[in-house]
């Protein structure tokens, strides 16, 4: 038996059809379009408006799609690893709700969190459970509803945020290069007073205190979480294409987190890469943090080619941020029109 790797097969994604778009926000709080679009390059997100529906409806939506396009039985689905900053609820996990709604039944199910890096992180773990050899195939999601954490009468924040779930069958093959190739992870843990959610946790529990003072929301100082995602996410892309050899020229495609198209275009004149290397969706998505590297898969996916070279990167509050190096494993215009 050959060396056993994990590939991707297939990409879904979700959004929720309500679009709040960068005019209707200026009449919610004193902003415009020109300075949402001229700092974020943000135009709309989606956000999900229907009353009792959370994260794992955004989740299940996209893992539906998947097992759709994949045409994959059910049955022998091994994992569902979810990684989210908004799950249901405090417990149980929200990968446990999507996996009983789509009626898996050999399956386990478990969340991450790991804020705006969680996809890429939760991608790489559920690779090394197939290399391993413990699991066949893994629906790897990254879903977050941040509207629910959004105060929409912060200005610097509610620009900036949006709901959506990408999700991707992780199987394992034989092939030789094609599937996961290598990944550089890190955290700072100094990232805490600059990017968090005050109230809800157990140093901070909920009380009429916490909600009177709007400490459920997301709390950014944006400057200096500007500063430290374009130096890492810069570096770390760096790192994993010294660590296997490559160079500019070899990377058909860097697919970022999409918190901020300034961030992103900082990221790629770090790494002298020309914008037409990078896929960038924030326009019409917003910052859907753990969901935005597989939605701008999804968006993306017709154009990815087998063999080519791929690059994630991402930052997040912890600070998590990290690289990881892929080489897609079939035609994605293919895939696309299913």
């Known amino acids: 038996m050959g060396k056993i790797n994990a590939i991707i097969t297939g990409v879904g994604g979700y959004v929720p059809d309500y679009i709040l778009n960068n005019e209707e926000l200026s009449r919610m709080v004193d902003t415009t379009d020109e300075w949402i679009t001229t700092r974020v390059g943000i135009k709309e997100r989606h956000i999900l408006t229907e009353e009792g529906l959370g994260t794992s409806y955004l989740a299940r939506k996209a893992a539906k799609q998947l097992l759709r396009k994949t045409g994959v039985d059910p049955d022998t689905i091994d994992a569902v690893m979810l990684a989210t900053t908004t799950p249901d609820y405090k417990f149980p996990s929200t990968a446990s709700i999507v996996l009983g709604k789509l009626g898996l039944k050999n399956a386990f199910a478990m969340d991450t969190s790991a804020a705006c890096a969680g996809f890429m992180y939760t991608l790489d773990l559920a690779a090394s459970m197939i290399k391993c050899g413990r699991c066949k195939k893994i629906i790897v999601i990254g879903a977050d509803k941040m509207s629910s954490v959004t105060d929409y009468t912060d200005r610097q924040t509610c620009v900036l945020f949006g709901d959506g779930a990408g999700a991707v069958l992780l199987e394992a093959t034989e092939e030789e290069g094609v599937g996961a190739q290598d990944a550089f992870f890190r955290t700072d843990g100094k990232g805490l007073p600059f990017l968090h959610m005050k109230g809800g946790g157990s140093v901070c529990p909920p009380s009429r205190f916490t909600v009177d003072h709007r400490l459920h929301y997301v709390y950014q100082e944006g400057r200096t979480v500007f500063r430290y995602a374009v ?32 961030i992103i275009e900082a990221v790629a004149k770090r790494v002298n890469l020309p914008m037409e290397k990078i896929v960038v969706n924030i326009e019409h998505y917003g910052n859907t943090s753990a969901a935005t590297i597989p939605l701008a898969m999804w968006d993306h996916e017709a154009n990815l080619k087998k063999g080519d070279n791929i690059i994630f990167t991402a930052f997040g509050a912890g600070f998590a941020h990290g690289a990881s190096y892929y080489k897609w494993a079939y035609d994605g215009a293919e895939m696309a029109k299913r």
Request: cysteine-free; charged content about 25%.
């Open 231 to 262: 130096t890492n996410m810069g570096d770390d892309v760096l790192e994993v294409l010294s660590r296997n050899g490559l160079t500019n020229e070899d990377v058909n495609w860097v697919i970022p987190h999409e918190a901020n198209y300034r």
